[in-house]
C-alpha cells in the first residue's frame, strides 16, 4: 500500500500559470520534505516541514511556497512557473524521533512540464 | 558544511563482475543512506546505516559504513543488469530531531551482457 502518495503524477501547466501539487501521507511522520530533481541529478531540497514549522533552504527561489495544513498532507505551490522549473518533484516523509533507523520515505513522483 | 562525495559517476559493468562504489562525507554524521533511483521513477530506500561498522547485505548489494573514515561502500556482487539503476548516498546533516539530508551525486550504473 501507498505510504506517501503523490497527486498529480504528471501535471502539464503553461508558462507563468501557477500550479499546485500535492502529497498525503499515512505514516504520521513529523516530517515532510519537498525536492526537486532535474534529469541526471541529485534531489534538491527545496523547503521542509517539522510538523508546523517550516524550513526553507537558502537558494530556494521565492516563486516557490509550500503549506502543510494538517500532518498529512503537503502542498507545493509554483507561483509563476518559467521553463528551468520542468522537473520531477519529490515528496518525502521521515518520523522526527531521533533515535529512529528509519530511512526518508519518498512518493511517486510528479514529474511537472512547462508549456 | 556537510559535503558528500560520490565515486565514480558512472560505471559500465559486465554481468558477473564485482565493483564497489565509494560515498566520502566530510564532517560526523551518525546516519547514512543508500537510496537506488530507475529511470523516470523515484527513490527507493536500500540501506540505513547507523553506527561505525555496520554492515548491511541485500542479494547482491552490500553497504557498510567507517565513521572514522567517513567513508561508506556500497559493494556489488557478480553483477545481473536488473541491477541497472542510479545510485544515490545521502548522509544525515546530525541536527537533532529535525533530519535533513545531504545527497551525493549519484552513481550511474549499466551492467552490460
Not at chain 1, 502518495?5 to 515532510?32: A, D, E, W
Not at chain 1, 512518493?107 to 512547462?114: A, F, N, Q, W
Request: proline share 4%.
Amino acid at each position: 500500500d501507498a505510504m506517501v502518495i503523490q497527486n498529480p503524477r504528471y501535471q502539464v501547466t503553461q508558462f507563468g500559470k501557477p500550479v499546485t501539487l500535492s502529497c498525503s501521507q499515512t505514516l504520521n511522520h513529523n516530517v515532510m520534505y519537498w525536492y526537486q530533481q532535474k534529469s541526471s541529478q541529485a534531489p534538491k531540497l527545496l523547503f521542509h516541514y517539522y510538523d508546523k514549522d517550516f524550513n526553507n533552504e537558502a537558494d530556494t527561489p521565492d516563486n516557490f511556497q509550500s503549506r502543510r495544513p494538517n500532518t498529512s498532507f503537503c502542498f507545493l505551490d509554483i507561483r509563476s512557473p518559467g521553463l528551468g522549473d520542468a522537473a520531477m518533484y519529490l515528496c518525502a516523509t521521515m518520523t522526527g524521533m531521533g533515535a529512529s533507523n528509519q530511512p526518508q520515505h519518498f512518493g511517486d513522483g510528479t514529474r511537472l512540464s512547462i508549456l | 558544511e556537510l559535503k558528500v562525495e560520490q565515486n565514480p559517476l558512472f560505471l559500465s559493468m559486465q554481468e558477473g563482475k564485482n565493483y564497489t562504489i565509494y560515498c566520502n562525507y566530510s564532517t560526523t554524521s551518525d546516519r547514512l543512506y543508500w537510496y537506488r533511483q530507475d529511470p523516470g521513477k523515484s527513490l527507493e530506500s536500500l540501506f540505513v546505516l547507523l553506527s561505525n561498522g555496520a554492515v548491511k547485505q541485500e542479494g547482491r548489494l552490500m553497504a557498510s559504513l567507517d565513521t572514522k573514515a567517513r567513508l561508506s561502500t556500497l559493494h556489488i556482487t557478480a553483477a545481473v543488469h536488473d541491477l541497472s539503476a542510479t545510485y544515490f548516498c545521502a548522509v544525515d546533516q546530525n541536527a537533532g530531531n529535525n533530519r535533513k539530508l545531504i545527497w551525493g551525486l549519484g552513481t550511474s550504473l549499466a551492467v552490460n551482457p
